[in-house]
């Protein structure tokens, strides 16, 4: 799965998910970009992986055009984007005010539309790419009191079909992974509010996310990397315009 001489962009990168796939793209042998809001994180990551770190708040239009500016001046060309940044928020749907609706899709769907269409072309130049957007296996059902949520990330999906269409004579593809529960600090958030308002203990709050797998766990970051670092190899040529879930078995469509 060499990635010797690619670049890859990975938003979100400096914690979870992100983290891990940063480290398991740089093991393959890409130079990563570590892009996120927050720069002792993104530092760390950097420093980790050999990697460079990005300023970068994908809810923000004019952030991502002068990111882009920034990272084609220090870095020059991108041959794989991971569209990793998320936000998970909570709400019965007749709650859910505009501002989360808003934010929710701007952070999980807009921003990683925005730069599809910034670098794809590109990537299709050079013939060569690789568009991992990590979705959520809420892009491929619903959940109750997740009405914003899973509507971003059902978008996600419907983004990564569409353009997987448009492009797929080219030497670039695109696919989504689907995460079920991951155990990161967006986990441990989640379980923090469960039992905030439940009224449960913490740990009894983690079990009731854990119970929503076939196999009673969460997933590890690292398991989820693995999967994105298969789709970025030149051997995953006929992977395309795929919506992997990776949740023990949860979501069997």
Known sequence: ????????????????????????????????????????????????????PLRLDVGDRGAIAGALEELRARIGHVDVLINNAGIAESAPYHATPDELWDRMLAVNVTGAFALCRALIPAMIERGFGRVINVASNAGLTGYAYSSAYCASKHAMVGMT?????????????INCVCPGWVDTQMADEAVRRIAAKTGRG???????????SPQRRMVGPDEVALVVAMLCSPEARSVHGQAIPIDGGQVMA
């Open 161 to 173: 079909r569409a353009i997987a269409l448009e492009i797929a004579r080219s030497e670039v593809t």
């Open 1 to 52: 799965m060499s990635l010797a001489g690619r670049t890859a962009l990975v938003t979100g990168g400096g914690r979870g998910i992100g983290r891990a796939i940063s480290a398991r793209l740089a093991r393959e042998g890409a130079r990563v970009v570590v892009a996120g809001r927050t720069a002792a994180e993104l530092e760390e990551v950097a420093a980790l992986v050999g990697g460079a």
């Open 202 to 212: 913490e740990g009894d709050a983690r079990k009731a996310l854990e119970a929503m």
